[in-house]
């Protein structure tokens, strides 16, 4: 049997003894006789404690050493998980970013794997150990400093070591069992999902379903790496993440239309008022919210008044953005030309997924006509092949994800979904 390549995640390892479970679990799978690699997060919310203490000494803490010490969590969650492991009378060598050939580009907080080169965690499974590889960091190629991906990174680390070591699986340890039609917490009708293809997680998880880092699913998809989604606290099969072809209908039901529901409660909206209708505006206002590196994504624009010639220009952005662009358009004000602009961080997203509307008719008034009985307001929307996403106040998120649940007919009759653990920080 070949290399399995296992990722826990920070709510699998929150303590001492969610460590020795994990340790006992990755024996099992060892004695199954596979050759076991184990890619860890930082234990429960160290990341965030972490990032709180440098904001603590540093209203700005430089980027090279903030990624110096967020690497550290993930560094003493793969020593004591060695350690675990070595109690339970098996050999096990924990090894960090750098030292498992994980090379980056050097743009520190956000760092893209460019090459990984698992000579040494080859050697150590060859020899029979078990390898634990600090997950979510690596070292840059060009400056030779630590670099870290971005939250959430780990699972990256994860599918990128599975396919430097021509893995067999790549599974991906949570607190839930797998994927689901929509988030657990807020549908509890939620099914599990069994198969999944790239395509729709990527667009799950970019519009705000916290399921997978959305790099790592970029990175499966390239190189054709099954993901199996699991919780490390059942042993419950979870769901696969497959080519599209390989998203087989298990049963002989006629295949589902709509595979979930998302939401993100993390956008904010941009409006600017007034703004002359003639060639150029449109442009002249994206350019200056790019050149301040923010990434928008829905657009609306009305249709201009008229007598005054005016329109408005609607679009969203992550919240975190906002002041950034706000700042940005004011400078630029005048010389557009635009009245004003006005702000509006109390709204989210809600999408519904699923590749197979893109032959269906109907989708999107089957989606509307549910969140119009459910009092719903719809403030804008978005369409790709696989996807329909509608931007409501923030209020009326979990409404609008149960209305869509129940239009597409998603629920299940029993509750499936058990959150396990996590404080979901
Ligand atoms: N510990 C990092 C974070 O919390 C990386 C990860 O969990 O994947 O973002
Ligand atoms: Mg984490």
């Not at 960091?137 to 060009?142: A, I, K």
């Not at 989604?229 to 059942?234: D, P």
Request: aromatic fraction near 4%; charge should be negative; proline fraction near 3%.
């Amino acid at each position: 049997m070949g290399i399995v390549v296992q990722k826990y995640g920070g709510s699998s390892v929150a303590d001492a003894a969610g460590v020795k479970r994990v340790a006992q679990r990755i024996v099992n799978t060892k004695k199954a006789g596979h050759q076991v690699v184990v890619v860890v997060s930082a234990m429960g919310d160290t990341t965030d404690e972490l990032i709180d203490l440098a904001n603590e000494v540093s209203p700005l803490p430089p980027a090279r050493e903030l990624d110096m010490l967020l690497t550290a969590g993930e560094r003493i969650s793969m020593a004591v998980l060695a350690m675990a492991i070595q109690n339970l009378g098996h050999e096990a060598r924990s090894f960090t970013g750098s030292q498992a050939g994980v090379i980056t580009d050097a743009a520190h907080g956000k760092a893209k794997i460019i090459d990984v080169t698992p000579g040494r965690i080859q050697a150590a499974v060859d020899e029979g150990a078990i390898a634990i590889v600090a997950g979510f960091q690596g070292v840059s190629q060009t400056t030779k400093d630590i670099t870290t991906l971005g939250r959430g990174g780990s699972d990256t680390t994860a599918v990128a070591l599975a396919v430097a070591l021509k893995a067999e699986v790549c599974e991906i340890y949570s607190d839930v069992d797998g994927i689901f039609t929509a988030d657990p917490r807020i549908e509890p009708r939620a099914r599990k999902v069994p198969r999944i293809s790239y395509e729709e997680t990527l667009e799950m998880a970019a519009q705000g379903a916290k399921i997978l880092h959305l790099r790592c699913v970029e990175y499966a998809r390239r190189y054709d790496m099954p993901i199996h989604v699991r919780s490390s606290f059942s042993e419950k099969e979870g769901t696969w993440v497959v080519k599209a072809e390989d998203v087989v209908q298990e049963s002989s039901m006629e295949a589902a239309i709509i595979t979930g529901v998302a939401h993100d409660r993390s956008q904010a909206k941009i409006t600017v008022v007034g703004v002359p209708d003639k060639p150029g505006e449109a442009a002249a206002i994206f350019r200056a919210v790019a050149d301040a590196q923010i990434n928008i994504d829905m657009i609306v624009q009305n249709i201009s008044e008229a007598k005054t010639g005016l329109t408005d220009i609607s679009f969203t952005l992550p919240q975190g953005e906002g002041q950034t662009a706000m700042t940005a358009l004011d400078r630029v004000r005048e010389q557009i030309g635009f009245e004003s602009l006005q702000y509006d961080d109390s709204v989210g997203k809600v999408s519904v997924v699923g590749a197979g509307m893109s032959s269906a008719p109907g989708i999107s008034a089957r989606f509307f006509e549910a969140l119009s009985e459910a009092g719903v307001n719809i403030e804008m929307i978005s369409t790709s092949e696989i996807r329909v996403s509608v931007v409501v106040a923030e209020a009326q998120i979990e409404s609008a994800v149960n209305a869509a649940h129940a239009a597409f007919e998603l629920g299940s009759d029993e509750i499936e979904a058990v959150v396990y653990g996590g404080t979901g920080r």
